[in-house]
Structure formats: structure tokens, C-alpha cells
Nanobody, 118 residues
């Protein structure tokens, strides 16, 4: 089994920063793509960022481009999301996901809450 666990969420004022981390365990060898999604109350799930596990290019949703940075640490088997210049509209539950290719996510974490105040 594969398990993904997010951490690092919290409450921050607009303009502040947070760093989320996703730790993976289990049989993750074939999980090439790691990504982050978010879902705000009353809204559909939104793509945030994704990265190739072994150092491929990073992809970002338009709403976070230029503010968020995704990175991976192969040794630690983690993927991080550095969030800068946070806005109230970034408030959501953030989920870590992993799959065999971009756009195909087979495993999901339980999420971590990010709240950005005005």
C-alpha cells in the first residue's frame, strides 16, 4: 500500500508564507508524478502544482504561478510546496497526490488546511 501524509498547513495573514510537505511511504517506486491539489468550500478541486519525482519539469496552475514552488526530495521521499504571497483566495484544503504520469493520480493524502486571512 501507498500512503501520503501532508503537513505544514495553518493560519497565515495575506502576504505571508507557508511550506507544505507530503511524505510518502509504501511501494512508491513507480509513482513518477507528485502533485498538489486544493479544494475550497463550495468550489471544485483545483490543480495547484505537479513535479516529476526524479527531477522533471514543474507545472503550476494559473492562479498560483509565480507565487508557489514545488520541489521534491528523493532521499526523504517527500514533495514540498512553498507558498509565498498568500491571498485569501488560497484558503482551501490542500491535498498531496501521486501517480504514474501527469494527470493520472492514483493515491491521495487526507489533506491539510490552509487558511489565509485578509
Amino acid at each position: 500500500q501507498v500512503q501520503l501524509v501532508e503537513s505544514g498547513g495553518g493560519l497565515v495573514q495575506a502576504g505571508g508564507s507557508l511550506r507544505l510537505s507530503c511524505a510518502a511511504s509504501g511501494r512508491t517506486f513507480n509513482l513518477v508524478v507528485r502533485g498538489w491539489f486544493r479544494q475550497a468550500p463550495g468550489k471544485e478541486r483545483e490543480f495547484v502544482a505537479a513535479i516529476h519525482w526524479r527531477g522533471g519539469g514543474a507545472y503550476y496552475g494559473d492562479s498560483v504561478k509565480g507565487r508557489f514552488t514545488i520541489s521534491s526530495d528523493i532521499a526523504k521521499n517527500t514533495v514540498d510546496l512553498q507558498m509565498d504571497s498568500l491571498k485569501p483566495e488560497d484558503t482551501a484544503t490542500y491535498y498531496c497526490a501521486s501517480g504514474t504520469r501527469y494527470g493520472m493520480y492514483d493515491y491521495w493524502g487526507k489533506g491539510t488546511q490552509v487558511t489565509v486571512s485578509s
